[in-house]
């Protein structure tokens, strides 16, 4: 079964997840995306830019896992690299940052999961989002439920964890606190979606079709999920689709030609925001004229391959990862072929 066919919700064994934890994806790509477009817009404004995100960002001190753990970089034909982001959703950003500078566990469990691949051309990024509950060999801990990780070993086990599913080199780690959330929403004059299913939550009701969502309304949209007959399948659909919104937001003309309006966005989410220590403005200003060209239709997001639900031997409802289709992304993130793999599946958004 593909993994974007209706399929029941798993039911939880452990606590409900912490509200804030679910939206921190959609928040760290989108305050990325304000960064890396800075390169469009004078270099005045780039290097005000680059100062609020070094001195407003948190620097995670031990983000990795042992170098012996972790996979190479492929060699390409054409001489080039891509590039992995991970990013990690936290309902406490400073605690989880906390932790991984001690090298110890976390009493914590990450959520929200994707990683970003950025292919050697630059010219497209693909975001794979992992669910919450899909069943993995977590490193030195058996079989679990994915989100786990972070509360076995910190960040650098969630990062050795992702690597070893998908045999793929992590390059920078993100973690993103929700409250940047509402305020980059709101700083951008919100941001337009067409919701796909009406539904209504926490006093709020989506009416199906396009309607301009302020961040206390957006921030219920993609956290959202009782509502659903398919629950957190559903959920992911919708931050997947709100995140392309929101990167078609700041990926317009009014946005790009506006600096303040993009100095007033990064101001609000610098200081909710987390990366490893390689992740400094140099790296990101350098990124963001690699990326200058892309649009919020080179962005493609999809789900991390699964069979649907099922159950682990201890009895917790898990989703089930498929083996043979994670295989296949393995192969086509070792070639950088990310693009002709959505095709090969059928898979587009």
Do not use: C
Not at 25 to 35: D, I, S, Y
Not at 92 to 111: F, L, N, W
Request: proline share 5%; glycine share 8%; hydrophobic share 40%.
């Amino acid at each position: 079964m593909h993994n974007d066919e209706m399929l029941p919700e798993a039911t939880q064994e452990e606590p409900a997840p912490r509200k804030k934890s679910h939206v921190a994806r959609n928040v760290l790509l989108g305050f990325l995306a304000v960064v890396l477009v800075a390169g469009a817009v004078s270099g005045f404004y780039l290097y005000n830019l680059a100062n609020s995100f070094n001195t407003k960002t948190q620097k995670i001190e031990h983000a990795f896992p042992e170098e012996s753990t972790r996979p190479t970089k492929p060699t390409l034909p054409n001489g080039g690299e891509a590039m992995n982001i991970l990013v990690l959703g936290s309902d406490s950003r400073s605690a989880t940052v906390d932790t991984a500078k001690e090298g110890a566990p976390s009493d914590q469990r990450s959520d929200s999961m994707m990683l970003v691949h950025i292919p050697a051309d630059r010219k497209n990024i693909f975001i794979t989002s992992i669910m919450r509950d899909t069943w993995v060999d977590i490193p030195g801990h058996g079989s679990a439920k994915i989100n786990a990780a972070m509360a076995f070993g910190g960040i650098p086990l969630v990062v050795q964890t992702v690597e070893g599913i998908l045999d793929t080199r992590v390059d920078h780690v993100a973690v993103i606190d929700f409250e940047g959330f509402k305020s980059m929403t709101d700083a951008l004059g919100g941001v337009e979606v067409n919701v796909p299913i009406a539904f209504s939550a926490r006093d709020f009701d989506f009416a199906k079709g396009k309607q301009v969502l302020s961040g206390d309304k957006a921030l219920v949209f993609v956290r959202e999920r009782y509502a659903f007959p398919d629950g957190d399948y559903q959920r992911v659909k919708n931050q997947q689709l709100f995140l392309k919104a929101l990167l078609g937001k700041f990926l317009t003309t009014e946005t790009l030609t506006d600096p303040g309006k993009i100095s007033a966005v990064v101001d609000e989410v610098s200081p909710y925001v987390s990366v490893d220590q390689t992740l400094d403005a140099v790296a990101v200003g350098q990124l963001a004229l690699e990326l200058r060209n892309v649009r919020s239709g080179d962005v493609q997001s999809f789900t991390l391959p699964n069979s649907g639900t099922g159950w682990s031997a201890d009895g917790q409802s898990i989703v089930v990862a498929d083996q043979t289709a994670i295989d296949a992304l393995k192969k086509a993130l070792k070639e950088d072929k990310v693009g002709d793999y959505l095709k090969a599946e059928g898979i587009a958004n």
